[in-house]
């Protein structure tokens, strides 16, 4: 991806690409970041494990597109300390850990999650798992593994918190 094919495509001269971003990274970012943050109204009324399940689900839907496999392509091919892979790991993934950090104490404080929840270790499996298929793509990331992905950390981090609820 270069600002003269991003130019080109927009049909219109470099300068005015240059003018609202100053990168092809930042035009990257900007497009990842267009459309619904995969954590607004995560909350709303819903148990934890929903709130998390529909974010990680947006993630996946938005990666799916043809933009975000434009991306993960980049993302893919870019060094983890290059301002593609820092804008990405600042402005999406720690955003969005960021997001489910919020979720996860907040089920704590309501007894939805067991209290002793490591939040670091929970965030890396659910976090992790998703953006390994992301930019490994040795299997689907989709809705189907979400859903599997969230039932089986639902069982890890209910644990005792079900049984103290139900006691």
Do not use: C
């Amino acid at each position: 991806m270069t600002m003269e094919a991003v130019a080109a495509r927009a049909s219109v001269g470099k300068p005015t690409v240059y003018r609202w971003w100053p990168d092809r990274h930042a035009v990257v970012m900007a497009a990842l970041m267009a459309g619904p943050n995969p954590g607004e109204g995560a909350r709303a009324g819903k148990s934890a494990f929903d709130s998390l399940r529909n974010q990680l689900r947006q993630i996946a839907t938005r990666f799916a597109s043809p933009t975000g496999r434009h991306i993960t392509s980049m993302l893919a091919a870019a060094d983890a300390e290059s301002e593609l892979g820092k804008a990405f790991r600042s402005h999406f993934v720690l955003a969005r850990r960021a997001e489910g950090r919020a979720i996860l104490e907040q089920a704590i404080a309501d007894g939805e999650v067991r209290p002793d929840l490591d939040l670091d270790v929970a965030l890396d499996e659910l976090y992790g798992a998703v953006f390994f298929r992301l930019l490994l793509g040795h299997a689907p990331l989709d809705a189907s593994f979400v859903d599997r992905l969230m039932d089986q950390a639902m069982k890890g981090m209910r644990g005792r918190a079900r049984k103290a609820r139900s006691s």
